[in-house]
């Protein structure tokens, strides 16, 4: 399968914690995002690369939320003393440069903060 | 607030019929709109798109019509099938891609 795949497809875990998330993009997509999407939303900016190089990141991305792509491949986000309300789906999608927007999405990582 | 904005939540149509789908937005920078379709489980797909520049694209089934002077775009299905029932969202390219927050489409047998 040469999707974009992410991991883990759920998580679960206690306030408090930790948690990381990876994506793998299509191998030859440069632009890689990070999307939330919570119940009844529709996916929420996050952060974008393009190879290694953070070009965007959202307001919304509190100084808990950290995302790396070290060598323009996979990424990882990390979530920092997670709360509550940092329970929703992480979706990473990939794309071409240039390309007008088309996004190719994974299946998502469903974090569920208890 | 919100610069893209779906004000449907839900649409039901017969299939067959035609089904419209509605979005606005705000920004006049951007340059792509775009469709995007989702089943449960899934992540979104890409549907259609349009330039800034233009106003209809057509693929199959699919037409997407952009108002510029009005801030309005609507997504056409004809005839509508089963396998459309699915949630639907408008985006839109400009620095970065901002989506709806999505039109659930229910095709009545």
């Known amino acids: 399968d040469t999707g974009v795949s992410q991991d883990p497809r759920h998580k679960i875990t206690k306030r408090g914690q930790n948690v990381t998330f990876r994506c793998d993009p299509i191998?030859?997509?440069?632009?890689l995002y990070w999307y939330r999407q919570t119940l009844g939303q529709g996916p929420e900016f996050l952060t974008y690369f393009q190879n290694e190089a953070q070009l965007e990141k959202s307001r919304l991305l509190s100084d808990r939320f950290s995302a790396e792509r070290p060598k323009g491949s996979f990424s990882t986000l990390e979530i920092q003393r997670t709360e509550q309300g940092d329970s929703a789906m992480y979706l990473c999608?990939?794309?071409?440069?240039?390309?007008?927007?088309?996004?190719?999405f994974g299946e998502g990582s469903r974090l569920t903060v208890l | 607030d919100q610069q893209v904005k779906q004000n449907s939540p839900s649409l039901s149509v017969q299939e067959g019929r035609i089904s419209i789908l509605n979005c606005d937005y705000t920004n006049s920078m951007f340059d792509y709109f775009l469709w995007y379709k989702k089943y449960p489980a899934e992540g979104p797909t890409f549907l259609i798109s349009?330039?800034?520049?233009?106003d209809k694209n057509e693929d199959g089934r699919f037409t997407v019509f952009l108002n510029k002077s009005a801030k309005h775009l609507s997504l056409h299905i004809v005839p509508s099938q089963p396998g459309d029932s699915a949630v639907y969202f408008c985006a839109a390219s400009g620095t970065t891609i901002i989506f709806g927050k999505g039109t659930r489409l229910h095709i009545l047998p």
């Open positions: 349009i330039s800034s520049i233009k």
């Open positions: 999608a990939s794309s071409f440069r240039g390309s007008t927007g088309e996004l190719f």
């Open positions: 191998s030859e997509h440069n632009r």
